[in-house]
Nanobody
Framework: QVQLVESGGGSVQAGGSLRLSCAASEYTRRRCMGWFRQAPGKEREGVAA????????YYADSVKGRFTISQDNALNTLYLQMNSLKPEDTAMYYC???????????????????RGQGTQVTVSS
């Protein structure tokens, strides 16, 4: 059972930046990790994913060019750097591992076997 703990959420104004972190209890065996978000009344959206072994990354069109997913293998940590934030980015963000579909590709998965407790991101206009 992999444990994922997110941190780094908060409230910012539009145009600002946040960096989310995700500490994983098991890392190297989880080939595909990513972030998805859930806003009230909206469908779950896969935001970004990374194939740990190769470093290949995948982004939702809505965040491409603004968000960057990265990994720190030594620290077993996953990051999501979010720049040029917009009010529509407001959501609960979850770190996750092992897509239910079994593949790491575009568009980034939104359903995973493991996920963290989530961290709230609020962007005001």
């Amino acid at each position: 059972q992999v444990q994922l703990v997110e941190s780094g959420g908060g409230s910012v104004q539009a145009g600002g930046s946040l960096r989310l972190s995700c500490a994983a209890s098991e890392y190297t065996r989880r080939r595909c990790m990513g972030w998805f978000r859930q806003a009230p009344g909206k469908e779950r959206e896969g935001v970004a994913a990374i194939f740990i072994g190769l470093g290949s990354t995948y982004y939702a069109d809505s965040v491409k060019g603004r968000f960057t997913i990265s990994q720190d293998n030594a620290l077993n940590t996953l990051y999501l750097q979010m720049n040029s934030l917009k009010p529509e980015d407001t959501a609960m963000y979850y770190c996750a591992a092992e897509p239910l579909g079994g593949v790491c590709q575009y568009p980034p998965p939104s359903e995973y076997k493991y996920r963290g407790q989530g961290t709230q991101v609020t962007v005001s206009s």
